[in-house]
């Protein structure tokens, strides 16, 4: 006599439901980190502000000062003589220019409103200072 053998059930789990939900996860915590801004070179302890904004589309000059006095224009180190000269060499060609200090709070304050003084000099109608 031939018995027939009963199919057994197959109990495995479907993985690719659970593959795909991971993924997503994963594609959704990569878009919604925070990116590292990496332009800015040095380490500036800005001051607080209870408004702060910065238009980032009309940006130009980026200057940076710390609280050993030393100044970046786009991270290259200068002199506030050599500051004065590379802005006397530049020529923006029609645009509207406009410059972002960021200065260290530690800093006398003279030293920014010297800065200030030579990029008005300059022409440089449009200068913000970056604040926290």
């Given at each position: 006599m031939r018995f027939r053998r009963e199919e057994e059930d197959s109990f495995a789990f479907d993985m690719t439901p659970m593959i795909d939900v991971v993924f997503l996860l994963l594609i959704f915590f990569m878009v919604s980190t925070v990116f590292v801004d990496f332009s800015r070179k040095m380490?500036?302890?800005l001051p607080t502000s209870k408004s702060s904004v910065i238009d980032e589309s009309t940006k130009t000059l980026e200057i940076e000062m710390s609280k050993d006095r030393k100044i970046f224009l786009g991270g290259k180190l200068l002199t506030l003589l050599g500051l004065e000269t590379t802005l006397a060499k530049m020529d923006f060609k029609g645009k509207k220019p406009s410059a972002i200090i960021r200065a260290d709070k530690s800093l006398p304050y003279g030293d920014v409103?010297?800065?200030?003084g030579l990029l008005q000099k300059k022409g440089i109608p449009d200068i913000s200072v970056a604040v926290k």
């Open positions: 380490d500036i302890n409103i010297h800065v200030m």
